[in-house]
């Protein structure tokens, strides 16, 4: 079946522009993370979302950042004016939260100019 | 709070030599123990996992064993082959909240012939 998938899988952008980055979980996934991967920071958490309930934003570095998850599929992160140390891959991950295995996209890699 | 140490790299070994990787962790409650790999321009994946103490996760030849008294959970594989070469993270899940994945900053492993 399909795998978690992301877009753009690349995106340059010029620092203080906005971006959004998309995510689409497995079907049937309820629960769906959003992690950062950097040279600096290694793999942190962004952000998590379960079903319909609000989301757990304990990980989002700064409130330039935010997330929606719509009808419970498909998500969206947006990176307000972007700056150079944003620059990261940003992963998605989706899992059946009993089963408790995070299945993750190949990324989307952010370059900030 | 929740943290993983991880053995630093880069590792080089010779085809068939014996694999270990350190992995520690600190934890509160019972937390789940995992290794992902991430192979040369692709995606995180799941290797193998252990959810509590004493058990062994397995997986292509791969084995860690979560050790509660030694905090461990270090990675082994016996003959390792050039198609093993890749970066290997150690990361653990609290089973509370957002059950969000804690990551080692990764090892990376190089298998020559």
């Known amino acids: 079946g399909a795998g978690v998938s992301q877009s753009p899988s690349n995106k340059v952008t010029e620092k203080g522009k906005d971006v959004e980055l998309r995510c689409d979980p497995i079907?049937?996934?309820?629960?769906l993370y959003w992690y950062r991967q950097s040279l600096g920071q290694g793999l942190e958490f962004l952000i998590y979302f379960q079903g319909n309930s609000a989301p757990d934003k304990s990980g989002l570095p700064s409130d330039r950042f935010s997330a929606e998850r719509t009808g419970g599929s498909v998500s969206t992160l947006t990176i307000q004016r972007t700056q150079q140390e944003d620059s990261a891959v940003y992963l998605c991950a989706s899992s059946y939260p009993l089963y408790n295995e995070q299945f993750f996209g190949p990324g989307t890699r952010l370059t900030v100019l | 709070g929740d943290s993983v140490t991880q053995m630093e790299g880069p590792v080089t070994l010779s085809e068939e030599a014996f694999l270990t990787i350190n992995c520690t962790y600190t934890a509160t409650g019972y937390p789940s123990l995992f290794w992902y790999v991430q192979y040369p321009g692709e995606g995180l994946q799941l290797l193998l996992k252990a959810t509590k103490a004493d058990d062994k996760g397995s997986n292509k030849g791969f084995e860690a064993t979560y050790r509660k008294e030694t905090t461990s959970f270090h990675l082994e594989k016996g003959s390792v082959q050039v198609s093993d070469s890749a970066v290997y993270f150690c990361?653990?899940?609290?089973?509370?909240?957002?059950?969000?994945?804690?990551f080692g900053t990764g090892t990376r492993l190089t298998v020559i012939p």
């Open positions: 079907s049937g996934h309820t629960a």
């Open positions: 990361a653990l899940s609290d089973q509370t909240g957002a059950n969000n994945l804690f």
